[in-house]
């Protein structure tokens, strides 16, 4: 069974589109999370989001918008692409943290998004 | 803001060598460290982690890393890698902050020749 998965696992679309990539997490987990890794494979925190609080990374530009149908699903809506958002965008999740403390964190597979 | 860093890009060794893999962060703080490993083609798995208590921590496959809280460091280390052990590695730092997030370092590539 896939703890953390993410569709579709390779997204290629032209500039200036609207697109979503889908998160869904089937450990019981209440805080879900988005990483953008870029062609130097360096990660970068986007969104931390549970039922309560949304946490959003201060250099994420306002085209990115995550969206939560339920608890287990966090989707990654992007709005008018660009060349620059090229990249593997990473799903986690980890048990609550409203209650203080560090949780460990369970990766999807990444989604490859290319943007022509 | 918290920083963290991997002055390891690429490193190349030969099976049965040991491995070595250099993490600093700058956070003045209490902090908790991660080790994650990217398998080719595949998504991030944890190796290990530090909260607290020994300093010295062992994760899966054979791996340990040392937290050395006055050198701000916690590095990755091998006795002896294998083949199977080429991959990408990333140090992360969560530094207590709200929404539990994580900052990575650059990662380091590790390509064990057989």
């Given at each position: ?32 999370y988005w990483y953008k890794q870029d062609s130097k494979k360096f990660l970068k925190i986007m969104f931390s ?8 990374n201060?250099t994420v ?26 990249a593997v965008y990473f799903c986690a ?12 964190q369970?990766f999807g597979p990444g989604t490859r998004?290319?943007?022509? | 803001?918290q920083s963290v860093s991997q002055?390891?890009h ?13 993490c600093?962060y ?8 991660f080790w994650y490993v990217q398998?080719?083609?595949q998504h991030l798995q944890l ?40 991959a990408e590695y990333f140090c992360a730092v969560n ?6 997030m994580l900052t990575f370092g650059g990662g380091t590539r ?5």
């Open positions: 069974d896939t703890a953390v998965s993410q569709t579709p696992k390779y997204l290629v679309t032209q500039m200036g589109n609207d697109k979503s990539i889908k998160c869904e997490q089937n450990l019981g987990h209440d805080t879900m989001y549970n039922n309560k609080e949304l946490i959003i201060e530009p306002n085209r990115f918008s995550p969206k939560s149908p339920d608890k287990a699903h966090l989707n990654l809506h992007i709005n008018s692409l660009e060349l620059g958002d090229s999740s980890s048990q609550d943290v409203a209650a203080g403390g560090t949780k460990q369970f998004l290319t943007v022509l | 803001a002055h390891n690429h490193v190349i060794l030969s099976e049965a060598a040991s491995l070595e893999l250099g600093n700058s956070y003045g703080g209490t902090v908790n460290l398998y080719p083609g190796l290990l982690k530090y909260f607290s208590g020994d300093p010295l921590v062992k994760g899966i496959k054979g791996f340990e890393a040392e937290f050395i809280k006055s050198k701000f460091s916690f590095n990755l280390r091998k006795p002896s890698v294998q083949w199977s052990d080429t530094a207590g902050n709200a929404g539990n590790l390509m064990v020749k057989p």
